[in-house]
């Protein structure tokens, strides 16, 4: 079933953004750039205040303008926004920390609040709606972003973090523990950002996602930093990266604000997985390889060495067990494969034999005296169906061997309207009106066999799944002949307007 983003109690929640938010946003974004150019003590004075502020509007925006949603969208938001509010009274109580005892460390008791209010954003952003898939294809999904986000991990750490490695060995336990998670959570952000953006979701363009994924990057940015100037100092010692946080709120507060606008379900025209996200996680995995070989070659006792070497495994692991899916569900395809063979066959079949059995039922009428013309008549329609038959059969072994490359053409000088005439004839009993409009002499070079396969298909589809009245027109453009079947029906839905030329496929008649 597919997630579709649902609005309840509408209001005026289509009339966007309201002025207060904007009002929000714009005061985030000046003390962003504010503390940009403040000394060092205003910046610590007014940094953490608008971090509060930030953490407040986004959670509170969020968790209200959630309850314009239902189903799964409106959990998932509220969770992300309950882990803003977490993140508020988590600087509310280092602030009292400071205040009673002069001196806060930089990593401590009091962060296992704001790892909390992590898993609760990373939770509910990764529960956002996406259209529905098998286990076999999220599992996939799922094992690219990891295998991306570890290998960039790994190569981040190696290049930016080992240095401090030895300064967290000889911290206290509570800065190692809560100096470590960090870099986790941190990895953890790069996988639901990869997660989201690979996967299948009528959201994924949404001006939401895209705020809050930015957001979710610049606050990734932030903890690097204040890791880096936080280790074995006091928090006031430390300097976080005041600017980037309110940034990031800035983003978070913004796609609160936009819930207000419930966007309209958009559906997408299915299609593979694009070439970038195939390829975007493996070049994490490309660099740490060439980071481990280098490491090699160079300099053979650096102590990451190890490390990156068990990383790599990790990796290569995760690697085999992403194509143990993908064999399994190539697997599954073939089989699929199959099935539809047995089902088109039926399909392209069944026509010809209904015409074939009612001229026989016709003729063999004990109260039916036919002419002898009419008989013959009737036995060369039989034929004419029979050959169709048996060009069908040829066609689906043909396929059934992957040889559809090797399909023989026989290309000749016909007239084209005894040959759509002759198709529509060949499917009347199937059919109501039919309007044939054929431009006067028109001639093309083509395999007239092929051709009225072809308008055979089109008209009997038409007769099918459109409308009652169908139109056939043919006409000359350029130096190309232009054959066009209408019908009154609703056409192909969106999503299946790729996947109905698939070899086999029905789209949404596949049932």
Request: proline share 5%.
């Amino acid at each position: 079933m597919e997630m579709v983003p649902t609005a309840v109690g509408g209001g005026d929640r289509s009339l966007g953004v309201r002025a207060r938010d904007w009002s929000k946003i714009a005061l985030l974004l000046c003390l962003a750039v504010f503390v940009s150019f403040a000394d060092a003590e205003t910046a610590d004075v007014v940094g953490p205040l608008g971090v509060l502020l930030g953490q407040l509007f986004a959670g509170t925006l969020i968790v209200k303008n959630a309850k314009g949603f239902s189903g799964r969208e409106r959990l998932a938001w509220r969770i992300s926004g309950f882990g803003f509010l977490i993140a508020a009274a988590g600087v509310l109580v280092v602030a009292a920390i400071g205040i009673i005892t002069g001196s806060v460390p930089a990593f401590g008791p009091a962060d296992l609040i704001f790892v909390t209010s992590y898993l609760f954003i990373l939770t509910g952003f990764a529960l956002l709606p996406q259209i529905a898939s098998n286990t076999a294809q999220r599992t996939r999904v799922f094992l690219d972003g990891l295998i991306g986000a570890v290998s960039l991990a790994a190569v981040l750490w190696a290049l930016l973090l080992d240095d401090l490695w030895s300064l967290l060995a000889e911290a206290p336990f509570w800065e190692r523990l809560i100096a470590s998670t960090y870099p986790v959570l941190d990895v953890v952000m790069l996988i639901m950002l990869l997660w989201v953006a690979v996967r299948r979701s009528m959201l994924r363009f949404d001006p939401r996602l895209l705020f809050f994924g930015v957001a979710m990057a610049m606050q990734a940015v932030a903890d690097m930093t204040y890791f880096f100037s936080g280790i074995g100092q006091t928090f006031e010692e430390a300097t976080p990266a005041y600017a980037i946080y309110l940034l990031a709120a800035t983003g978070f507060t913004t796609a609160g604000a936009l819930l207000r606008r419930v966007p309209q379900p958009r559906e997408y025209a299915e299609r593979g997985s694009p070439l970038w996200a195939i390829v975007a996680p493996y070049t994490a995995v490309i660099a740490l390889l060439s980071l481990i070989g280098y490491i090699e070659v160079v300099n053979p006792d650096d102590p990451s060495r190890l490390g990156l070497l068990a990383v790599g495994n990790v990796v290569v692991g995760l690697v085999v067990a992403r194509q143990s899916v993908e064999i399994r569900e190539n697997r599954r395809y073939v089989e699929r494969e199959r099935e539809a063979l047995v089902s088109s066959v039926s399909h392209e079949l069944r026509t010809p034999l209904t015409s074939v059995v009612g001229v026989l039922d016709v003729m063999l009428e004990d109260h039916v005296d036919l002419e002898t013309e009419e008989q013959r008549e009737l036995l060369a329609m039989a034929r004419s169906q029979a050959i169709y038959m048996s060009r069908i059969i040829q066609d689906l072994i043909l396929l059934a061997r992957d040889g559809a490359d090797k399909m023989h053409l026989k290309p000749a000088l016909h007239d084209i309207e005894p040959i759509i005439r002759d198709a529509i004839a060949s499917v009347r009993v199937l059919l109501g009106p039919v309007t044939v409009e054929v431009e006067p002499g028109i001639r093309a070079v083509l395999d007239a066999d092929r051709f009225k396969q072809v308008v055979l298909n089109l008209v009997e589809n038409a007769a099918k799944y459109g409308g009652p009245t169908i139109l056939v027109k043919a006409v000359r453009r350029g130096g190309s002949l232009v054959v066009e079947v209408h019908d009154d029906g609703m056409g192909v839905p969106k999503r299946f307007e790729l996947m109905v030329w698939k070899r086999f496929e029905r789209g949404p008649h596949r049932l």
